[in-house]
Structures are given as C-alpha cells and as structure tokens.
C-alpha cells in the first residue's frame, strides 16, 4: 500500500469531529482547519461540559467540608487521581501530583528534588531538543548551585545522538531531564533506553511528557522513568492544570515546594509537619473544576482505539511530510524516524510569519517561529519553522488544504528579484 494513499484510515474521523464543537467554527470566513494542536488541543463537548456542570450543581471547595456539596467535590476530585494513575499506569495515586502543566511540574521538581541533591561541581544533563521549560529552571538551580548543565547533542536530522551519551553522564550527574516527543521536531526521544543508561549509574531521569501523553500511550512503570509530566490543555483537558509523576521514594525524600494550606500535618509557630505525599506538593485550594475535567478527557481519551487514533495520526504525518516535501521552495525541519504528528517547515526566502499570516487567511492555524525551543533553532541555523501539528480528530483533506496554500503562499509571497 502507498504511503501516501489517504483513504487507508479505518478510524472514523468524522464522527470523532461531532465531539469537537469548536472544528465547526469559521475563521475568516473560511472553515477552521486547526493544525496548532502542539501548542493546545481542542476540547470534547463532554469536557467543556464537566466545568459548566461543577460550577453550575456542586461548586465547593474539598476535603475540608462536611456539607453535600463539599462531599460531592471532594468524591469527584479525588476520583481523577485514581484515573490518572490508571492512564499513566503508575504504582500508586499517592505518586501523582495536581500541578497547573509541564512548567510547573518541572519547576517543582528542579526547586525541591534539585536544590536537595544537586551542588557546586554537579551536573544536570537535557537534550539539545528541549522545550524552555525543561531548559530554564534547570539553569537557574545549576547558577544557583554552581553546577553545570550539559546537553545531549542532535543530528542535523533531528535525533539526539545517543553515542554522546556514554561521555556525558559522569559521575557528577545528579538528574537527567529529557523531553520525550519534540514540540517544534515531533521527534520521539529513546528515553527508554536514557533511562537505563541513567540508572546503571544511579541517576534519576525526568521525562517532559507534554506532547506525548496525547500522542501515546504512556506506561510509567514500563519506561520506568523517576518523573513524567504532562500538560492536561494538550490531551483534550483544559488549561491551568496537568500532573507531575514521582516515585513514592523520590517524592516522600524532597522538601515541600510551596508552604500553605493543605500541605501541612501541623502548623504552631515553632514548627510546622508536612501532610504526606502527594498532599505536601499540593498547597492551597486545588484547581477542582479542571481536575474533574481533565478526568474527562483522560475517559475520553481511554474509551477510544488509541491504536487505531495513532495510527491516524500517523497516517495523516506521512501523507503531510510527502506531499509537503514535493513541493519546490519546501525545506523539511526535523526527518528523525522515530516522529509523531509534528511537521515543521521552511520556505525558501519567505519569513515563516509571513506564510503563517497567509495561511490564517485561509482559515488555516498554524504556528510560526521558535516554539519556545530556541536552541534547536540555532542548532539548525534557522530562525524559526512553519508548524503543521496533527491530532487524531485531523483529516486527508485539511492536509490537501495545507498543501494546496503553502504552494500558493510560495507563489504569492515570493520576493520578485530585478
Ligand atoms: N514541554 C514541551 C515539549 C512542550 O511542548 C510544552 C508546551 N508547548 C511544555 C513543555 C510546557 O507546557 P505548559 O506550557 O503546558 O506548561
């Protein structure tokens, strides 16, 4: 069968699209074709619904109140711990943390498990492919401490070169922090095979799940990773909220990382004990409507054939990159093998910008410039790329649509030279 054949899906997109109210609007004018699914996925009627609901029929604040509304938020909160650690597949609720995204979560984990364990003349190790977010935090603890951060280089393809490895864990190597599928590259990291390497040599590795958790299924045990987070905005949640996963004995050894309510065991002006995991990290009045919604969309996502929604995904990343690639004018950023449903491209002496600008026109979301991971940016010598990013609820035609407007956007936008 030809890698390009569009009709080869069995999944039924079309009636996946009913649940996504949003896939019906217009964008001037013209019918929204959203491909910025990178930056944030759309939302099922259900989970838009979910927040409606909780502040419509049982608004309270949890875990405190005796009164019904008070149970019933509690009940439904709690649940979505439970369903968290099912879909990650952890040991344990205990080791899944409410935080509002993968920023937070790695901010967390840099500020506590970081500031305890990592010293002057230590070593914290990322990949040349991160994210800001797993780049920044990790640079103001290694400026703090007087450690140094090292980074795992990439090939001009967009693959980390996994032979620098060896040579770049040492003994001063206290964490290891690797996003899993890239933002801007839609590269999948081998971070199994990191983490192995890692814990050969004691080290625990963290893993950036933002872009992964949706276009994957994830098993935390299985990748035995130390910590996982994702973003729930990305996976068909809302915005403001997400989960950090840590292993009970990583997590019960770290200081708390904001003090207030909730986090506490007890509180007297001498001295105050910690509540355990994973309430210590959780400090102050949880984000209840959004937990219960990202509950949501974690059944949502659960009750689908992810096998069948993957391989979509797939499909539609294939068909993109070669019918963009055909294109004259067309340079593609980030062929590692190993890719999810991110494409990334340049043209030939037009800005990015301009071209996102041109497609919005058509009702086409893309996004332009660095997505937030500069260094790749620099790495490969670019300004910025063109983003074309996938999800399951994406069809053959709306790549069609994009593929016929970046030709005439070439055609429209190209400098005239005398
Ligand atoms: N890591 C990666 C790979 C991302 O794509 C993003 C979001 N673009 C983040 C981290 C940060 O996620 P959030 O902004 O939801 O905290």
Redesign the pocket.
């Known amino acids: 069968m030809s890698t390009t054949d569009k009709n080869i899906s069995v999944f039924d997109v079309a009636q996946v699209r009913k649940d996504f109210p949003i896939l019906l609007e217009k964008a001037h004018g013209k019918p929204l074709i959203y491909f910025d699914n990178?930056?944030?996925s759309q939302k099922p009627q259900v989970v838009i619904d979910a927040i409606s609901n909780y502040y419509s029929h049982y608004n309270a604040n949890i875990h405190r109140g005796v009164h019904f509304l008070s149970q019933k938020a509690s009940n439904a909160f709690d649940d979505v711990r439970f369903k968290v650690k099912h879909f990650l597949n952890s040991r344990s609720e205990r080791e899944i943390i409410f935080v509002?995204?993968?920023?937070?979560?790695?901010n967390l984990v840099a500020s506590t498990y970081g500031r305890k364990n990592v010293h002057a003349g230590d070593e914290v190790l990322i990949t040349a492919m991160?994210?800001?977010?797993?780049i920044v935090p990790w640079q103001l603890l290694c400026e703090e401490k007087g450690a140094k951060l090292k980074v795992i280089p990439m090939n001009d393809s967009g693959e980390l070169m996994m032979e620098e490895l060896e040579f770049l864990i040492t003994d001063k190597t206290k964490i290891i922090s690797v996003?899993?599928?890239?933002?801007s590259l839609g590269t999948i990291n081998p971070v199994k095979e990191i983490i192995v390497k890692a814990h050969a040599k004691g080290i625990p590795v963290f893993v950036?799940g933002?872009?992964s958790t949706v276009h994957s299924v994830i098993d935390v045990q299985e990748l035995d990773c130390d910590f996982f987070?994702f973003?729930g905005?990305?996976m068909l949640g809302p915005?403001g909220i997400?989960c950090l996963y840590g292993k009970a004995e990583l997590l019960e050894q770290m200081p708390p990382y904001m003090g207030g309510g909730e986090m506490i065991s007890a509180v007297s002006f001498e001295k105050t004990t910690f509540n355990e995991v994973p309430f210590k990290f959780e400090a102050g009045t949880p984000n209840i409507a959004d937990v219960i919604a990202l509950g949501v969309a974690i059944d949502y996502l659960m009750q689908m054939d992810r096998t069948e929604a993957l391989a979509h995904e797939h499909e539609l990343l294939k068909y993109a990159m070669h019918h963009l690639s055909k294109i004259e004018g067309v340079r593609l950023i980030g062929t590692a093998l190993n890719k999810a449903s991110v494409v990334s491209f340049v043209l030939k002496e037009i800005n990015a910008f301009d071209a996102g600008m041109y497609l919005d026109t058509k009702g086409i979301a893309v996004r332009t410039g660095h997505?937030?991971?500069e260094p790749i940016m620099t790495r490969l010598n670019i300004p910025g790329t063109i983003r074309a990013s996938f999800l399951f609820y994406n069809t053959f035609e709306e790549v069609d649509a994009l593929v016929d407007h970046v030709a005439k956007a070439i055609a429209f936008l190209k400098p005239q030279h005398a």
């Open positions: 990178a930056a944030t509002r995204g993968t920023t937070e979560a790695i991160e994210h800001h977010s797993n996003v899993h599928t890239s933002n950036d933002a872009q987070a973003s905005h990305k915005t997400g997505h937030c991971t």
